[in-house]
Each structure stands twice: as C-alpha cells, then as structure tokens.
C-alpha cells in the first residue's frame, strides 16, 4: 500500500500509532475492533496536514472517505460528514450495539458500497403531493423522501452483527437456538421478542451498570442492571425507552413503570430505530416472524408451528 495507507493491524504497529497516550490507542482500537466484528472492509489513512487526522476508508476504494478521526492529547474526535461529529474521551464511551457512532459509521460506509439502479414507477398524483408537500417541510428533495420510506421499509431485522450476537446469548441460555421449529405460546413468544429487545443495546446497559441482562433458564427469570430499570424514564434515551417496553412485553402484571398511553408515546416520540425494533417485536407476538434456527423470519411451509407448553 502507499505509505501513508495501512490495514488495521498494519496501523497498529506504526511510529504514529506509537506516539498517541494509551487512552486514544484504546478509544481507536475499540472503534476500530467493533468494525472488524461487523466485517467493515477498510483502510487506514494518516493524515498529512497540520492537523492529526486518520483517516477509515473503503478498502477497494481509497478514495471513499467513510470517518475522519481528529487525534487529541487525550481524547479522539469522529467525525461523518453532514452526519455526526463526536468526542470520545474514553473507549467506555462507544458501544457495539445502540451506538449512534457506530451505526453513523456503518451507515456511511454501506452508502459507499452500494450501487445504484434507476427503477420507474408511477405514483398516484395525491400520494405525491403529500410527499412532495412533506419534502418541502422537510427541506428535502422528493427522492430523498422516497429514498427513506424505502430504506425505513427495508430495514434488516437486526441493527448490527452485535445485536445479533446479543440475542443469540438469550437464546442459548434459553435452550432455543437450536430448535427447529417455532412457538406459537404467547409466554413464549413475548420471551422471544424480549430477548430481541434488551439484545440491541447491551453494551450500553453494561456501561451504565457494569452488567448485561441475563436469562435464567432454570429460574425462567431476567436479570439485569436492576439500578437502570428502576432510574429508566421515557425520552432520556432509545434504550431506556426500549428498556422499558421490553418489561412491559415480559412480566405484563407486574409493569408499572409508566402508564401505557405514556410508554407509547414515547415509542412514538422516538427516532426510526426504536420503531423499528418495537415494529419487529410486534411480528415476533403476532406469528409475522417465527424463531427458527436462531433466525428471525417471515413463516413459510418449511416452518412448524405448533402450541407448546412453557418449557
């Protein structure tokens, strides 16, 4: 590569890696570790300007600028382009699932990959007028508009490779990855969604904490940060209100945190992603997704669905 481009493990045994103070190597190896997990294919390009820069790019394309990381003393800031600007004083600060940065980063770096086909559909004129008039609110170019209605209807099931991983742990402490067929038990099913749930922002969880939420098979019990279930409060932060639905959905009777016209509107008041994972657990309740080999997926014939009793 040129002399300034490095793999990650290349960077990592650079003069200028050397140089930075031990919190920003950790804060940069974190980073940089969660996006090697999400197998992110990326370079890394030292700055040569004044200012400390690296520099995350498309491994095929050097040129695709995916995050610049401006290096501090003792902190390191990350910045997307019309996206985000963020200062990390500590690798605590970043998290694989329910980051805001880390999901920036991939969002830019999937944006980068990705070609685009041009598609002709016609559209009835008041629909359109509505879009265009929402556009014009928005201050947004009517294709952008369609672009996101699109891309909020395509949305994978999982918000990343660690809230996947996450779920699975629920599920094989649960003795469930490997079933074959799926449940039609509503106890069951609402176990399944609340796993689904708590798994997107473990990381998070943790670093209020210091610990995970944890199924007991035995004692058929979910154990957690019980210090953040107690503080969680609606619109402080996506998991808090994610936190909460997901006790709402596994021990109905006994919620009571909030009022439920409440718990709504905040899920209402939310961003996309939290719709999103409340949209996806709804279909695990309701039978329009089924468990199956770990997956999370629409039923079709090769599917058994069947009554069983609680295990």
Not at 261 to 289: F, M, N
Request: aromatic share 12%; with cysteine; charged share 30%.
């Amino acid at each position: 590569m040129s002399e300034n481009i490095f793999s990650y493990e290349e960077f990592k045994k650079t003069k200028t890696f050397e140089t930075y103070n031990n919190t920003v190597k950790e804060i940069l190896i974190k980073i940089m570790d969660i996006l090697i997990d999400e197998e992110m294919q990326y370079v890394v390009k030292i700055g040569r300007g004044k200012n400390e820069t690296i520099t995350i790019s498309l491994e095929g394309k050097l040129s695709s600028n995916v995050a610049t990381l401006y290096i501090h003393k003792e902190h390191v800031r990350v910045k997307i382009l019309n996206s985000i600007d963020v200062k990390c004083e500590s690798p605590d600060d970043i998290f694989s699932t329910g980051d805001d940065l880390i999901a920036k980063i991939l969002k830019k770096y999937y944006e980068l990959k990705r070609n685009r086909k041009q598609y002709s559909i016609y559209i009835y004129s008041d629909i359109l007028e509505k879009i265009e008039a929402t556009a014009k609110e928005e201050k947004k170019k009517v294709n952008e508009l369609i672009e996101q209605y699109l891309q909020e209807k395509t949305f994978d099931i999982f918000l990343n490779k660690a809230h996947k991983k996450e779920f699975h742990k629920f599920l094989e402490s649960a003795g469930l990855i490997n079933r074959e067929e799926s449940y039609d038990d509503n106890e069951i099913l609402s176990l399944i969604a609340t796993f689904y749930l708590l798994s997107a922002y473990q990381d998070y969880y943790y670093f209020i904490d210091k610990i995970k939420f944890t199924y007991d098979n035995v004692e058929d019990s979910i154990s957690g940060p019980a210090g953040y279930i107690e503080s969680s409060h609606l619109f402080t932060s996506d998991a808090e209100t994610i936190c909460l639905f997901a006790m709402s959905l596994y021990r109905k009777s006994e919620f009571n945190k909030v009022s439920m016209i409440d718990l709504w509107q905040g899920i209402y008041a939310s961003d996309v992603e939290v719709k999103h994972l409340v949209s996806v657990a709804i279909k695990i309740i309701t039978r329009e997704y089924v468990l199956s080999r770990g997956e999370i997926v629409p039923p079709t014939n090769n599917v058994v669905t069947r009554g069983r009793k609680r295990f």
